[in-house]
């Protein structure tokens, strides 16, 4: 007798997954080695930035209430009394009518409040002595970078659980991170199943797959930033898979099986589930594709139970698994990003499940347009490699028509683009 299994709703299975409990590990790398890790702290200005006044231009430092009369026809002149390069400081006050050589970035001298820059300025030698001419007046506070103009100290600038990209890599490092704390990444493994399957090394045979599915799961948990871990194919012998499982979840955070989950002869995982003890949070969904979606539990650690078909179990990794691991990281927005678009073409198939359907996305005229990616079915592969995007139909609809709105998840939150500046558009007269 074959067991009846009963849909939940997909945002039930999401809650039941989320709800899981898990602990936030913390480790810290090296700077450059924090690049697209998760901060696992706060960032904290322990300083101002920049930590001192400083001149943006290669000119001279002056008092700026000595160039109050300098006109083109009254130029006024200062004694140039020394030099200062980047990374120096001048002890010494600069006085009325002298003006020192100063670099961009070196610290502004004591006494002066201006710099000019060096294209504005004449000089000439006198007895030996540099003096430098200026023929207009300047503002206190001309070109000075003042002290914790761009970072004040005490500011919090990013939150524990950001996403590190070489921007934060420049924050940590004027911050002096040469260690920087991260979410630890959880290690997910990853177990095929099926006598169908070939490694894509291996000539095609009748009857005989390539295993995708494995290798998309592994790069789907390396996109959503956690390190896979490769166990291969399952054996054919149910006992021999209960102690492959065993020994998998030994050296694993979470692990994945994809295929055997629905109701085949050979369709162990189930088996496999009680045999270690296994709580079984859900074992269908009700979604297109990815019905078959288990996810069961043990001491705390997660065992995914995706479908054997690509795009199903493609499916139930972003939205089951991606945002475990993302939660491990501390996000507080572990899901795929939503957006509205409409649909760029006809969907009439019915819907009695939730549909999340492989989808391309692309703008017209400002407006976000989902187009089905392609072959629309469960076992289809093709439609994977050009989807950026879930098209989500909710279930209970006949059908849905071209230019409706629709909500879309995306799978890639930064999008490449070609060179945009060719044809840049003028939106208004000013
Ligand atoms: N009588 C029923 N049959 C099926 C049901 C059902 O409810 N009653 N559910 C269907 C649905 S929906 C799906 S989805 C599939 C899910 O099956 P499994 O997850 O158990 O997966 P398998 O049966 O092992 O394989 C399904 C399909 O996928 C191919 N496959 C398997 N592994 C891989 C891989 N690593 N790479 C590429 N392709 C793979 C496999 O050859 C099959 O064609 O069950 C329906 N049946
Ligand atoms: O799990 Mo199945 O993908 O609904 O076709």
């Not at 709703?9 to 590990?25: P, Q």
């Not at 913390?26 to 706060?42: C, G, K, M, Q, S």
């Not at 430098?132 to 003042?146: D, H, K, L, P």
């Not at 073409?345 to 996305?361: C, G, Q, S, W």
Request: charged share 25%.
């Amino acid at each position: 007798m074959v067991e009846k299994r009963n849909p939940i709703a997909v945002s039930e299975a999401v809650k039941r997954v989320m709800d899981y409990a898990y602990t936030e590990k913390v480790e810290w790398v090296p700077l450059i080695e924090a690049n697209e890790r998760f901060l696992a702290e706060n960032l904290a200005a322990d300083q101002d930035v920049p930590s001192f006044d400083r001149s943006p231009y290669d000119g001279f430092a002056i008092r700026a209430v000595d160039s109050q009369k300098a006109t083109k026809e009254t130029p006024v002149s200062f004694k140039v009394v020394g030099e200062i390069g980047a990374g120096f400081v001048y002890e010494q006050e600069v006085q009325a009518f002298e003006a020192l050589r100063i670099m961009t970035g070196a610290p502004i001298p004591k006494g002066c409040d201006a710099v000019v820059m060096l294209e504005l300025t004449k000089d000439e030698v006198r007895d030996g002595q540099t003096y430098m001419s200026i023929n207009r007046s300047y503002e206190a506070g001309t070109n000075i970078s003042y002290q914790g103009e761009d970072v004040r100290k005490g500011e919090v600038l990013i939150q524990k659980g950001q996403f590190i990209n070489p921007g934060v890599i420049a924050l940590l490092a004027t911050f002096g991170y040469a260690e920087v704390p991260v979410f630890k990444k959880p290690v997910v493994g990853v177990i095929a199943t099926g006598s169908e399957l070939l490694e894509p090394n291996e000539p095609l045979q009748a009857g005989k797959i390539r295993n995708s599915n494995a290798y998309m799961i592994m790069a789907q948990i390396e996109r959503a930033g956690a390190t896979a871990k490769y166990f291969g194919q399952f054996s054919d012998d149910l006992d021999v898979c209960i102690e492959e499982v065993k020994k998998a979840l030994s050296q694993v955070d979470i692990l994945i099986t994809t295929g055997g989950v629905s109701v085949g002869d050979y369709d162990y995982l189930p088996a496999i589930y009680e045999a270690i003890g296994a709580t079984v949070l859900f074992n269908k969904v009700a979604m297109r594709p990815g019905s078959v979606t288990t996810v069961a539990a043990l001491d705390g650690q997660l065992l995914y139970g995706l479908s054997g078909n690509p795009s199903a179990c493609y499916v139930g990794f972003e939205l089951f698994t991606r945002p475990i691991i993302r939660k491990s990281f501390g996000s507080p927005t572990p899901h795929l990003r939503r957006e509205k678009a409409i649909l760029g073409e006809d969907f009439t198939k019915a819907n009695p499940f939730t549909r999340f359907i492989r989808a391309t996305l692309h703008y017209n005229d400002g407006q976000l347009v989902a187009t089905p990616s392609g072959f629309n079915k469960s076992s289809a592969v093709s439609s994977l490699a050009t989807a950026n995007a879930f098209i989500v139909l909710p279930g209970g609809s006949r059908g849905y028509e071209k230019d409706m709105p629709v909500d879309v998840l995306l799978l890639e939150d930064v999008q490449g683009s070609e060179w945009p500046w060719d044809n840049i558009k003028k939106y208004s007269k000013l």
